[in-house]
């Protein structure tokens, strides 16, 4: 299904049939509550003047303020965006933050903008959004080729408009200017810990196990080095953008980063073997990590993944179609809104640090994630055990129902549509 949205519909019609949600909570979130579209104008190095065209999807806040990426992308698209804020949606109701779900994209391609041109792109999309977005009302972050130097552009400029600082408007920013400690590995580290349960439920020993990562992007990198340091567990595959390689003894996550730095790519390293990116998905190991492309596991190659766990650190790499495929087969997913959420998190305890003008130390932040992650793994297990469903299912029927709940709750919907249903 290569249309995120459908895919992201599908996935809650799914489990509104499993949930008997009655058709008024359904309809309300089957769509965002609200869509920003915004063309602005920027002055090129060559004093030309282009215009951009930028979207804020604001699904749903239900739970609380809206909370998502901004993502720069030569082919960013509206519907992309709405699959990432519904995602977002249910992905901190999962993982019970007081937050909604929203995102972001603006239609650019980085790699040819000059830092100049990059700093006037962030902050014209937000002088074009500044008055839909507030701590308490939307909060973005930095997503695919955003960063925290955009981030913090972004939070100036806001202030700028504002007349006062408002630092929890916009997070992962630099930590010198009010971002969290432990922001950079947070949805790699988030990851972790989800594989770790897993792997315990499993009785599989991460210490002896093998894990293939597809993507070396910062989850990819992140995840490579963090497996390895907390568990051990040795890597005999990774892939990028140009290609992907393998070895039997094992991967060195610094070696493998290095060699990127210096290259442009993992492809080359010395005591790896050259193999197809997407044979890589089909190799025997005992956790897969997709960190990189949705849509990657489909009908076409589910009947072939030959891992344990699959650990969906990329935004829908798995399609609706394969779900059951995998479960049937004994595959463990551990569903994206879940394995990833370490990032929303750790930006979550950004904006609580900085309304309460406080800094975490790194240790406070990784328990704080451990804490959250754990307990909404296993929330999701008991949920996957009562109803028998595979495990997307199961953490789309945690965090829809208490998204349900609390429109129901405000008095959006009728209470007295549940007897209807």
């Known amino acids: 299904m290569s249309n995120l949205f459908l895919a992201a519909q599908t996935q809650l019609d799914e489990v509104a049939a499993l949930l008997h949600l009655p058709p008024e909570i359904?309809?309300?979130?089957?769509?965002?509550?609200?869509?920003?579209?915004?063309?602005?104008?920027?002055?090129?190095?060559?004093?030309?003047?282009?215009?951009?065209?930028?979207?804020?999807?604001?699904?749903?806040?239900?739970?609380?303020?809206?909370?998502?990426?901004?993502?720069?992308?030569?082919?960013?698209?509206?519907?992309?965006?709405?699959?990432?804020?519904?995602?977002?949606?249910?992905?901190?109701?999962?993982?019970?933050?007081?937050?909604?779900?929203?995102?972001?994209?603006?239609?650019?391609n980085p790699k040819q903008l000059s830092e100049g041109e990059l700093e006037r792109v962030s902050r014209g999309f937000i002088r074009?959004?500044?008055?839909?977005?507030?701590?308490?009302?939307?909060?973005?972050?930095?997503?695919?080729?955003?960063?925290?130097?955009?981030?913090?552009?972004?939070?100036?400029?806001?202030?700028t408009i504002r007349g006062h600082h408002r630092p929890g408007v916009i997070t992962g920013k630099p930590v010198h200017l009010g971002g969290s400690l432990g922001r950079d590995d947070?949805?790699?580290?988030?990851?972790?810990?989800?594989?770790?349960?897993?792997?315990?439920?499993?009785?599989?020993?991460?210490?002896?196990?093998?894990?293939?990562?597809?993507?070396?992007?910062?989850?990819?990198?992140?995840?490579?080095?963090?497996?390895?340091?907390?568990?051990?567990?040795?890597?005999?595959?990774?892939?990028?953008?140009?290609?992907?390689?393998?070895?039997?003894?094992?991967?060195?996550?610094?070696?493998?980063?290095?060699?990127?730095?210096?290259?442009?790519?993992?492809?080359?390293?010395a005591g790896a073997t050259r193999v197809e990116p997407e044979d890589l998905l089909e190799l025997e190991t005992d956790v897969l990590i997709p960190a990189a492309l949705e849509n990657v596991i489909h009908s076409g190659n589910a009947e072939r993944i030959r891992a344990k766990i699959v650990a969906e650190l990329a935004n829908g790499p798995t399609t609706p179609e394969a779900d059951p495929i995998l479960h049937a087969r004994g595959v463990r997913v551990i569903p994206d809104f879940l394995c990833n959420a370490g990032g929303v998190t750790v930006s979550y305890f950004e904006q609580v640090q900085n309304l309460n003008l406080d800094r975490w130390k790194l240790e406070q932040v990784h328990w704080r994630l451990d804490e959250r992650m754990t307990e909404a793994f296993h929330t999701v297990e008991e949920k996957r055990q009562s109803l028998n469903v595979h495990p997307r299912l199961a953490a789309y029927a945690v965090a829809v129902e208490r998204v349900a709940r609390a429109c129901i709750d405000r008095g959006w919907i009728s209470r007295s549509s549940l007897a209807r249903k």
């Open 26 to 108: 359904h309809s309300l979130l089957r769509e965002p509550m609200r869509e920003h579209v915004a063309r602005f104008p920027v002055r090129m190095d060559d004093d030309s003047t282009r215009v951009f065209t930028g979207f804020r999807v604001q699904y749903n806040h239900a739970l609380g303020p809206c909370k998502g990426g901004l993502r720069f992308h030569p082919e960013e698209t509206v519907d992309t965006v709405r699959a990432l804020a519904a995602w977002m949606t249910w992905k901190t109701a999962l993982v019970d933050l007081p937050l909604g779900g929203g995102k972001g994209g603006v239609i650019c």
């Open 128 to 159: 074009a959004i500044a008055k839909y977005i507030d701590d308490d009302v939307d909060v973005p972050a930095p997503d695919v080729y955003t960063n925290p130097q955009v981030m913090a552009w972004m939070m100036d400029e806001f202030a």
């Open 186 to 269: 947070a949805t790699a580290r988030g990851g972790m810990y989800t594989i770790r349960e897993a792997a315990s439920n499993l009785g599989l020993d991460l210490s002896q196990a093998t894990a293939v990562i597809q993507g070396y992007g910062n989850a990819g990198a992140f995840a490579h080095k963090l497996i390895e340091q907390l568990f051990g567990t040795k890597v005999i595959a990774i892939s990028d953008s140009r290609g992907a390689i393998h070895s039997a003894d094992g991967i060195d996550a610094q070696a493998a980063q290095e060699h990127k730095d210096a290259t442009g790519s993992v492809v080359g390293l």
